[in-house]
């Protein structure tokens, strides 16, 4: 059963506006959530991170935000660059039972020039 | 800066075959990951290992096996490869710590076709 989910596959935004990326998760113990970028033919690379303690995190153009009542998370990228198309995933973590990621299906971003 | 590498970038085998995947990393990372990604389904994890000679199974650990001989190399092996298995598999690296969570570095991938 897909603990993270994604139900947006694909997100079309105009260059210099904001893209907002959403993320749903059914396990109220996860206690970090991260975000990662992938291209094409690439490994996916970590983009920005948030602990359950915080509701935001912001890093240069991109903000996550986590409201852990609706077990839901954001990321916004503000202003979308034409290089932000990506496959974008979402990942959950159980940090007091190891290392496991628990990694949503991805919404894919095309940023029209 | 961390480096995770695995062996091949594109690799076509037969069904049948025995197919082993390889994955380096060269930052003392204690644990390491096998995924498959394929469209639809996102990240699957297949098996995972806390340490040298230590493994655990993933979400779809069925046809595959690993091995961990050493702390910095991650096999991934496909028994007998079935055309099911055609997918891009991915392979990551975490650390462990008191400061943790961590997160896992990937490396670029391999796109294994069976056919």
């Known amino acids: 059963d897909q603990q993270v989910k994604q139900n947006s596959p694909s997100l079309s935004v105009q260059e210099g506006r904001i893209s907002i990326l959403n993320c749903d998760y059914t396990?109220?113990?996860?206690?970090?959530f991260l975000w990662y970028k992938k291209y094409p033919a690439e490994g996916p690379t970590f983009l920005i991170s948030?602990?359950?303690?915080?509701d935001k995190n912001e890093d240069g153009r991109f903000t996550v935000f986590l409201n852990k009542s609706a077990k839901h998370l954001s990321l916004h990228i503000v202003p979308s660059q034409p290089g932000d198309s990506a496959v974008y995933f979402c990942?959950?973590?159980?940090?007091?039972?190891?290392?496991?990621?628990?990694f949503g299906t991805g919404t894919s971003l095309t940023v029209i020039p | 800066d961390v480096k995770v590498t695995q062996s091949s970038r594109y690799l076509v085998k037969r069904t049948g075959e025995k197919v082993f995947l390889e994955c380096v990393q060269d930052?003392?990372?204690?644990?390491m990951f096998w995924y498959r990604q394929d469209p639809g389904l996102g990240l699957r994890l297949i098996y995972f290992?806390?340490?040298?000679?230590?493994?655990e199974k993933g979400d779809i650990p069925e046809g595959y096996s690993v091995s961990r001989e050493k702390k910095e190399r991650f096999s991934l092996i496909l028994e007998s490869a079935s055309t099911n298995q055609t997918s891009m598999y991915l392979c990551?690296?975490?650390?462990?710590?008191?400061?943790?969570?961590?997160?896992?570095?990937f490396g670029p991938g391999t796109r294994l076709t069976v056919t």
């Open positions: 396990n109220s113990m996860f206690d970090y």
């Open positions: 290992s806390y340490d040298v000679k230590m493994k």
């Open positions: 990551a690296s975490s650390s462990t710590g008191p400061a943790g969570p961590y997160e896992q570095y």
């Open positions: 990942a959950a973590q159980l940090s007091n039972t190891g290392n496991q990621f628990y």
């Open positions: 930052m003392d990372h204690e644990n």
């Open positions: 948030i602990s359950s303690i915080k």
